[in-house]
Structure formats: structure tokens, C-alpha cells
């Protein structure tokens, strides 16, 4: 029966290999004359976790199970992603019988989930796209209004300074031409000085704001944007959770006012900043949404509340995002974060961003993400992200002995 199943097997004794099956010998590409004999170490290595195989074996030893995956080279220079477990047998004295070795070919499922979440990022970044350009077109406009304002102003004013001048040269030779004084009062009567001393330094302060906002947007996004790496890092929440919330302005701002309640004296935390970004995007997204269907529901026009908290707890910082949105249904908790699954309505989501948050914290930052909910009163979600952790070690998909 062993044989036929499509699951890789192995069972090892006094720590090398006595039995494979079939799925061992298609998965692996290694025949089991081949591995007959010889340790796993020697032929299983992830460059990505060297150490894994050293975890695996501390874990046995002490007598407990071991699950997780890894990612190896086969036999003909090929790769192939396993997810696997580790089971250590015992006699009735407790003396370690053999170790069996349960593991499933995950290759082609991580290459479709990398696919489609490339493609939800994809619809993300063109969502974001199109956000940022109304936001900074919205600046610019008034920014361009004010500038021509200006330019006309100025060549009005420049007019009636280069007759006053004529008036002034001719005067000192003791001719005043009345006509054109009267001609200039008239000019200066209908360029409304008055009005100009009042308007062209509003004008000139709101360029600078128009300015300045674009120039916050364009900082944003660049923090925002930040190249992801396979190694953690020491990241400003704060900082990333204020330039999430200006690259999504778009999202929310015409069904929600933004709250951020944040720690002023949140620690660093050790993280990989793009992907932690994505998360609170993804949330924010969620929360604007949940109040969009609220304010659809009941075909009000009054805007929700969407707020973020940072505080540090013990020895995590805790992130929450919390919305005056629909709340979720009872019967949907337990699928929340399955990839795929929405409550959205067709054409608003894609099943894909919780999932993403949950892998994002869950999976690549060992914390915990859980959430509170209550039918039209609305959602918080809670993120809590480990602070210590090592800097230059790359990311580790299974437990620690």
C-alpha cells in the first residue's frame, strides 16, 4: 500500500535510510539502490536553511515530531520544494526504533501561488497607480491654476509699474502729462490692487502647499516601495504604517476619516519591510471596503472611521486596524484567512488579501494575527510581530527545535 501512495516515504534506522517507496524515486529523482544505506544529510540540502537538517535531527532526538518544507536539488540538477514530516518511533522502553519520513511535492503548487499573488499584487499596484495619480493630479491642478493666476497678475502689474516709470523720468524733467496720469489711475482701478495684495500671497501660499503635497506623495511612495529582501530588517512601523495610509489615500478618504493612534516611542522591529507594507495595505484596503458596503447598506453618506494603533507589548509590537465597517458573519470566521475566500462582492476581491497577511505575519515573522468582529458595528484586526530576532539570517519556514 506504501508503494502506491504519491507521497514521498522514507524510514531511516541508526540515522541512515533503509526504505523508500516509488513517490520517493519520481520526486527526488534518486533510484533506491542509490540512497539505500546512506544518511539523509547527504543527500538532502536546502541552500536556503542549511541548518535544516541539523533542526530535523535535534528535534528527534528529543523525542518529538518535526513539520515543515524545504527546498532541494535532485539527482538530475533540478529542484523541487517538499513539505514534509518527521515522526520519530519508539519502543515500549522508549528506545528509538526509526524516524519515518512523510513529504509532499509542493513544487508546482508554490509556483501557482507565487503566480497568482504576483498577480494580486499586480491588480494592487494598478489600483495604487491610479489612486496616486488622482491624488497628485489634485494638487497639481490647483497648483497650475495658481501659477497662471499669477503670470497674468504679474503682467498686469509689470504694465502699469513700467507707465508709472515713464511718468516718474518725465516728471523729472518738469513735464507731467495728465492724460496719462489718468490713464494709469485707470489701469491701476482695473487691476484692483486691493484685491491683488489679498490674493497673490493666498495664491502663492497654496502653490507651496500643492507642492509640499506631492512632494509628501512621492515620499511615501518611495518608502512604500522599498526592495524586498530575503533578509530581515530593522524597520520604523511607524514610518511604514503612515506612508501605507498616503499611497492608499484614494482608497478611503472619500468613505472614511483616518485615525492613527501610533506609539511615539515604538521600538524597531526586525522585518522585511516590503512585505509588512503589504500587509497594512492590504488591511487598510479591507477596511475602507467594509465601510464602503456599510454606507451602500444603508445608503447613508456619512463616512465611516478607519484607525490604526501601534503599541508595544512586552516583548511584540502590537499593530491594529480597526473599522466602522459591516462586521463579518459568524459562519465566515473560520475561512477568513483561506486563500481564495471572499465576502467581498464580485469584481471588489480577489480571496487573496488576508491570505497574504496571514502568511506575511504569521508565517515569515512567527507572530499572531487574530480579530474581533460585530455585525454593523465593524472589524479590528490585530497584528502582533515579534521585536527580537536576527538580523542577518534569512527567512526560516519551519519551527525551531
Not at 21 to 43: K, L, M, W
Not at 272 to 291: G, K, R, T
Not at 383 to 395: E, F, M, T
Request: glycine share 6%; charged share 25%.
Amino acid at each position: 500500500a506504501i508503494e502506491q501512495l504519491s507521497e514521498l516515504i522514507m524510514i531511516t534506522r541508526m540515522g541512515t535510510i533503509y526504505y523508500v517507496n516509488s513517490a520517493f524515486e519520481q520526486i527526488t529523482g534518486r533510484t533506491r539502490t542509490s540512497v539505500i544505506g546512506r544518511r539523509p544529510r547527504d543527500i538532502f540540502y536546502d541552500a536556503q536553511q542549511p541548518d535544516l537538517i541539523d533542526r530535523v535531527e535535534t528535534r528527534v532526538r528529543r523525542r518529538k515530531a518535526w513539520q515543515g518544507t524545504g527546498h532541494f536539488r535532485r539527482s538530475d540538477e533540478g529542484a523541487f520544494d517538499l513539505s514534509f514530516t518527521v515522526c520519530p518511533v519508539f519502543d515500549h522502553s522508549g528506545r528509538l526504533l526509526h524516524t519515518i519520513v512523510i513529504g509532499r511535492d509542493i513544487t508546482e503548487q508554490l509556483k501557482i501561488e507565487t503566480q497568482l499573488r504576483n498577480a494580486q499584487k499586480l491588480e494592487s499596484i494598478g489600483q495604487l497607480a491610479a489612486g496616486i495619480a488622482h491624488e497628485i493630479n489634485t494638487p497639481i491642478q490647483f497648483v497650475g491654476d495658481n501659477t497662471r493666476f499669477l503670470k497674468d497678475c504679474f503682467n498686469d502689474v509689470v504694465d502699469v509699474m513700467r507707465e508709472m516709470l515713464a511718468v516718474i523720468e518725465e516728471s523729472t524733467c518738469g513735464q507731467i502729462d495728465l492724460k496719462r496720469m489718468a490713464t494709469i489711475q485707470q489701469r491701476l482701478i482695473d487691476a484692483d490692487i486691493e484685491y491683488l495684495a489679498q490674493e497673490i500671497p493666498s495664491a502663492i501660499e497654496q502653490t507651496l502647499e500643492g507642492v509640499e503635497r506631492v512632494a509628501r506623495i512621492v515620499h511615501a511612495m518611495k518608502d512604500f516601495s522599498h526592495p524586498g529582501s530575503p533578509h530581515m530588517s530593522l524597520v520604523d512601523l511607524n514610518r511604514a504604517i503612515e506612508s501605507t495610509v498616503e499611497i492608499c489615500r484614494n482608497e478611503w478618504k472619500y468613505v472614511a476619516e483616518m485615525v492613527l493612534d501610533l506609539q511615539p516611542d515604538l521600538p524597531h522591529v526586525l522585518c522585511l519591510p516590503a512585505e509588512f507594507n503589504q500587509a497594512i495595505l492590504n488591511l487598510v484596503i479591507n477596511a475602507s471596503h467594509a465601510v464602503r458596503e456599510k454606507m451602500e447598506a444603508t445608503g447613508t453618506d456619512q463616512k465611516g472611521t478607519i484607525t490604526l494603533r501601534s503599541r508595544q507589548v512586552g516583548d511584540t509590537v502590537v499593530v491594529e486596524v480597526q473599522d466602522t465597517g459591516t462586521g463579518i458573519p459568524a459562519e465566515y470566521h473560520d475561512r477568513l484567512f483561506d486563500p481564495f475566500f471572499t465576502t467581498k462582492k464580485v469584481g471588489r476581491g480577489t480571496g487573496q488579501g488576508l491570505a497574504i497577511v496571514f502568511s506575511v505575519i504569521v508565517e515569515k515573522h512567527k507572530g499572531t494575527i487574530d480579530f474581533t468582529t460585530e455585525l454593523g458595528v465593524g472589524t479590528t484586526f490585530r497584528l502582533s510581530i515579534p521585536l527580537k530576532g536576527r538580523a542577518d539570517a534569512p527567512l526560516e519556514t519551519a519551527d525551531e527545535p
